[in-house]
């Protein structure tokens, strides 16, 4: 794990960024997918997805020049945000997952879980 006492500010606005895209492309094609499954058309997921991305930019920037007044707010802010997080993934995505029961898809699943849960491991143990 990086800390940021060994980084200097644009260093660590440039992991930062990096995190950021590399967290992002995934995540819109999950999106994106809920979408086309949900029964949009492409073209109108594509619309959705793109302006519920473009308020990413405005968040930002509020968060930038308010984050002084806000930090008391930010443990709260992330424990909704992981809830929200986990209601998504057990209400919509881990049925979606039950519907198909191969024995590779199954398998799949469990092993991708497990490779979460030890990156996390890892992470969190690692100095």
């Known amino acids: ?34 979408l086309i499954k949900g029964g949009y058309s492409r073209k109108k997921a594509f619309i959705f997805n793109l302006l519920s991305s473009a308020t990413a930019i405005v968040s930002g920037l509020a968060a930038y020049f308010m ?20 209601y998504i993934a057990l209400a919509d995505l881990i049925p979606e997952m039950h519907r198909k029961t191969s024995l590779k898809a199954s398998l799949s699943q469990i092993l991708l879980i497990l490779l979460g849960i030890l990156i996390i491991y890892l992470n969190l143990n690692h100095k």
């Not at 995540?27 to 994106?32: H, N, P, T, V």
């Not at 984050?67 to 986990?86: C, E, H, R, V």
Request: charged fraction near 10%; aromatic fraction near 12%.
């Open 1 to 34: 794990m990086i800390t940021a006492s060994f980084m200097t500010s644009t260093e660590l606005g440039i992991f930062v960024a990096i995190s950021v895209v590399l967290h992002e492309i995934p995540q819109e094609l999950g999106d994106f997918g809920i």
């Open 67 to 86: 984050l002084d007044t806000m930090k008391s707010l930010i443990p709260y802010a992330l424990a909704f945000s992981a809830a929200s997080f986990l």
